[in-house]
């Protein structure tokens, strides 16, 4: 059986409230970097925008997921289960893991500075692959969202180091916290204190980086 995480009963609400709250955040990510695509139509900004829309729709669908199995939940710990893939609940948590990969894809592919779709295509479809194939699904995704989320801190360190600018630093630091949270989602399968700091710890990534585009909006 592949475990995805393990959730203490009492946090599990908590959790659900959680990730309505990164779908809201991360729409308004969506919407800010649609409102400086069109101020300055830097594309970047643009597909910025679209990555975002994708991990908005994933934390939506996790919610339902776990909106879903709230009632199945009699024991103080309850572990998700992606064994069997014609129930609503383990197609639900795949759809999930599927449009967070094409989020984090597109935010990669926007550091690329290029405007290929034949890469970008490439990306995805290598992407979807792996996670499809893998014996190990719940391995695969922290490990693929991992990979991700490392090319966008060293890009965005890199443009801090150029500029010099504190405010640049947001966006590189929100991505290390994400990191971070994904490091504690791979040790919740055994303990589900990291499931409750992962969580915590995304939100406050999430925080950084609408911060960091209203401030942008401001300038």
Request: net charge positive.
């Amino acid at each position: 059986m592949a475990n995805i995480y393990i959730i203490p009963t009492w946090f599990f609400a908590y959790s659900i409230i959680l990730e309505i709250a990164f779908a809201l955040i991360t729409s308004l990510v969506a919407i800010y970097s649609f409102k400086i695509y069109n101020l300055c139509n830097q594309k970047e900004y643009k597909a910025f925008g679209v990555g975002f829309i994708f991990i908005s729709l994933s934390y939506v669908i996790w919610a339902f997921v776990n909106l879903f199995l709230l009632d199945k939940i009699s024991d103080s710990i309850q572990a998700l289960s992606l064994q069997e893939f014609i129930s609503i609940g383990s197609i639900g948590i795949y759809m999930y893991m599927i449009f967070t990969l094409l989020g984090l894809a597109t935010l990669a592919y926007t550091t690329l500075k290029t405007n290929n779709n034949k890469i970008y295509s490439l990306i995805v479809i290598i992407t979807i692959l792996a996670l499809t194939f893998s014996a190990n699904k719940a391995l695969a995704f922290h490990v693929l969202s991992s990979i991700f989320i490392i090319f966008l801190i060293s890009h965005y360190l890199i443009h801090y180091m150029k500029t010099k600018k504190h405010k640049n630093l947001l966006i590189p630091i929100a991505f290390i916290l994400l990191f971070v949270s994904h490091i504690h989602f791979m040790f919740a399968i055994n303990h589900y204190t990291y499931y409750v700091i992962g969580h915590i710890t995304e939100l406050i990534a999430y925080i950084l980086v609408l911060t960091r585009l209203i401030l942008i909006i401001k300038k």
